[in-house]
């Protein structure tokens, strides 16, 4: 059987704090990488000059950039809480166990970000007047989908490890 | 992981948090003043504009950059930045809105349209703090430029005092020759306006106008005015918003017709905004005789501590008394 990152504790730990950290930095970071994204590639800015949009917009009136981002890291930031207490206490003596939380939690990450910025890109991307109730509803809509995505890496690993 | 391991990570989760919190706190209110001061001084108009508005949000502690501000809205700089930083400063200080309005009134009268533009530009942003302004407005609301009197019709609709004036004034741009100065004057009256026997016949024609957007506007006008909203509905508004000034303002287009919002006025002159004892003061003013139980408080308020406050007290004051029958 091949050997992954949650048959050792060292790496399952590092595996673990990668994954923590990930979320917490992801959730904060994903409206201002998107904001600097669609200003280079839909308004032609130099990244140099979308970085300077966003330092100069992070605390505008209407704009609001930090409480965004913000806003946007609450679901990160719940979930990162509990894999580190859904991981961390795992028992070390169950690798099958740990392969699953482990594929689950993964596949949560990942759902989020691809699910925030998808969103945060398309809001930028075709803004409108009403486009910022989406930063209202994304925590909701991230919350939700935080089951959803743990049940589905669970349910690929006890197929992939059975 | 041991329960040490976790205990860190969580600790340095409420650290991030912390710091988060802190940079927060010290870019928002009072405390971001000296660095937005320093943004109107780059010379950069975005960063400029932006300060502006930064300030404009903050309100009276933003009171430091009322010089900057006044340099910057009376100087030789953008018609942009002007306005910006004239918008910015009636909520932080009314005496130093007037004097940018004391230096743009004789503007009006320059033999340059764009002067001419500007000046009316300016004026508009300072809202309806630049009451005064509003006779020398309407000296040039037939002036042969069309972009000054389509300005001149923008700046009285945001200043929107004395009201009769106003609507007077908006009236007449209805039936001017082009389209931008009529849609200028029919949009104050379809969001929310109150239209006069007058001005509804100026109104009535307008829904066959050639230009969709001004007939389109026209309906919405006479709809408005079929279905005007009530006075109750504003001063909900007042008790909700953290904005007060719209609905003071709509209240001071009602006239006499708000004078069952008079108490939430009368205690809306101790406001801690002195651009709300403003607007307060000014909407019993246009009340008329049907503000007299606000007499006491308005009394009250010629002691106030902005000189603009106070002048506008005396002001309803006069108004009450001398409309009595």
Redesign the interface.
């Given at each position: 059987m091949r050997s992954t990152a949650t048959d050792s504790p060292r790496r399952f730990t590092m595996l673990t704090l990668v994954l923590y950290w990930t979320s917490i930095l992801s959730g904060l970071t994903i409206p201002w990488i998107a904001t600097i994204a669609v200003d280079v590639a839909k308004h032609d800015q130099s990244l140099a000059g979308a970085v300077r949009q966003l330092s100069l917009h992070l605390f505008a009136p209407g704009y609001n950039l930090f409480i965004i981002a913000l806003i946007n890291a609450i679901p990160f930031l719940m979930f990162a809480v509990f894999l580190l207490f859904h991981l961390g206490l795992s028992p070390l003596d169950d690798h099958h166990l740990r392969r699953r939380r482990s594929a689950g939690v993964l596949l949560t990450v990942i759902g989020l970000i691809g699910f925030s910025l998808w969103t945060h890109v398309t809001t930028l991307w075709q803004a409108d007047a009403q486009a910022a109730l989406a930063y209202l509803f994304l925590p909701f809509l991230l919350l939700v989908l935080m089951p959803i995505c743990y049940a589905f890496g669970r349910a690929l690993s006890a197929l992939a490890f059975r | 992981?041991t329960f040490r391991?976790?205990s860190f990570?969580?600790g340095a989760?409420g650290l991030?948090?912390a710091l988060?919190g802190l940079?927060?706190w010290q870019?928002?209110g009072a405390r971001?003043v000296p660095g937005l001061i320093d943004a109107l001084q780059t010379g950069d108009l975005?960063?400029q504009m932006?300060a502006a508005?930064?300030l404009?949000?903050i309100g009276q502690p933003a009171q430091p950059a009322v010089p900057a501000l006044i340099e910057l809205a009376i100087g030789q700089g953008r018609s942009s930045i002007q306005i910006e930083a004239a918008g910015a400063l009636p909520p932080i200080d009314l005496s130093a809105a007037r004097k940018v309005m004391v230096n743009w009134l004789p503007k009006l009268q320059d033999p340059d349209p764009q002067v001419r533009r500007d000046a009316a530009a300016a004026l508009g942003a300072l809202g309806p703090v630049a009451k005064p302004a509003v006779h020398s407005l309407l000296g040039i609301a037939t002036d042969p430029n069309t972009i000054v009197r389509d300005r001149v019709v923008r700046a009285l609709a945001a200043i929107a005092l004395p009201p009769e004036l106003v609507t007077r004034g908006l009236t007449q741009a209805l039936q001017d020759p082009e389209w931008t100065v009529r849609y200028a004057a029919i949009s104050p009256f379809s969001f929310g306006g109150v239209l006069t026997p007058e001005s509804l016949a100026a109104v009535r024609p307008l829904i066959h106008d050639p230009i969709e957007m001004v007939a389109r506007l026209a309906q919405s006008a006479l709809a408005s005015a079929d279905h005007p909203i009530p006075v109750s509905v504003h001063i909900f508004s007042l008790d909700q918003g953290s904005d007060r000034t719209l609905p003071l303002l709509q209240l001071a287009k009602l006239g006499p017709r708000a004078a069952e919002a008079v108490p939430k006025l009368a205690s809306l002159l101790s406001a801690e905004r002195p651009l709300e004892r403003y607007l307060a003061a000014s909407t019993l003013e246009s009340v008329g005789p049907g503000a007299l139980q606000a007499v006491p408080a308005l009394q009250r308020t010629l002691a106030d501590p902005d000189p603009i406050v106070r002048e506008a007290a005396a002001e309803a004051l006069h108004s009450i008394e001398a409309r009595r029958p």
């Open positions: - | 992981m391991q976790i990570n969580l989760l991030l948090l988060l940079v927060y870019h928002t971001a975005q960063t932006l508005q930064g404009r949000h």
